[in-house]
């Protein structure tokens, strides 16, 4: 718990963090994750005159002239951003996602903070040099850069949205590009519960898991081109036993050559063929330099 108020007290940065660490229970120990899961959706929200103001100055209109209502209540609070319910002027429902005033200065200066510590424990205890913890911090870094532009989210919302269009139960909000800009993003408003919480609107959690597990092999296998946040937070349950994926920033790509040797090692762990395993994992260049062959085998045996 005290962990959990550290990362929530240093700010965006290391909530991010912390989300995704919620994720990786093999990472880190269970209450670990029980508790940092918190971070999904318990974070302290900005004002809603902030909000107003950030969007009056980035799509230079009053607020009433661009939507029917708008919630002075957040709907969910986030490390970067935070999200309201509107309605637009053409009856549209939508959500509104505004960024954090001044996010992307304490992004950068807490990035450059993990980057000193994570160097400085590698010089303190040089048995962490195997992980590359500041090669971990500066992909991180660059994931979260990432999400700072919504523009990127806008488009990677209209990718997805082509990747399942043949898919009715994977869902991708649709995007309003006249109401988007770099720190605002204006999306349709799903009505859903966490993925979590699907048992809520009386869902089929087994038929859930089916459509979520066909989700990643078409992001993974098909276009190479996935989601990189996958917390509960981001993934709802629908209405008629349907999944859809929020929160586009975060994204992650997969090249030919290791979305072949994924699939040959999926193939080689069905069949338990330990040698191939071996073989497959050192093409995929899990480890560089020398590799004591014999004991990675005796490892995945």
């Known amino acids: 718990a005290r ?70 209540i957040p709907l969910a609070t986030a490390s970067i951003g935070q999200v309201y319910a509107a309605k637009l002027k053409c009856g549209d429902k939508v959500v509104v996602k505004i960024q954090r005033p001044g996010v992307q200065e304490t992004i950068e200066r807490d990035i450059n903070l993990m980057l000193m510590l994570a160097h400085a424990l590698e010089g303190r205890f040089p048995g962490l040099r195997i992980y590359d913890l500041p090669g971990i911090i500066q992909e991180f870094g660059r994931a979260i850069y990432r999400e700072l532009d919504y523009t990127i989210e806008l488009r990677n919302c209209l990718k997805f949205a082509i990747m399942f269009r043949q898919h009715p139960d994977i869902v991708i909000p649709r995007v309003y590009k006249q109401f988007s800009t770099r720190h605002i993003l204006t999306m349709e408003r799903l009505e859903g519960v966490k993925i979590t919480e699907a048992e809520k609107i009386g869902a089929n959690k087994k038929q859930l898991a089916q459509i979520a597990l066909k989700a990643i092999l078409i992001m993974v296998f098909d276009a190479g081109f996935f989601h990189a946040d996958p917390h509960p937070g981001n993934i709802f349950a629908l209405e008629g036993n349907r999944i859809a994926f929020l929160d586009l920033g975060m994204v992650g790509r997969v090249d030919e050559s290791m979305r072949i040797h994924m699939a040959e090692l999926i193939l080689a762990m069905l069949e338990n063929d330990v040698d191939e395993i071996t073989r497959i994992l050192i093409a995929m260049g899990i480890r560089e330099g020398k590799i004591n062959q014999s004991k990675l085998r005796r490892d995945i045996v």
Do not use: C, M
């Open 3 to 72: 962990l959990r108020l550290v990362f929530q007290d240093l700010g965006p940065t290391f909530i991010k963090l912390g989300q995704i660490l919620s994720t990786r229970p093999d990472l880190i120990p269970q209450e670990y994750v029980n508790e940092l899961k918190q971070l999904q959706d318990n974070v302290s929200p900005f004002s809603f005159e902030q909000a107003r103001q950030q969007i009056e100055q980035e799509l230079g209109l009053p607020i009433e002239e661009i939507f029917d209502n708008f919630e002075a």
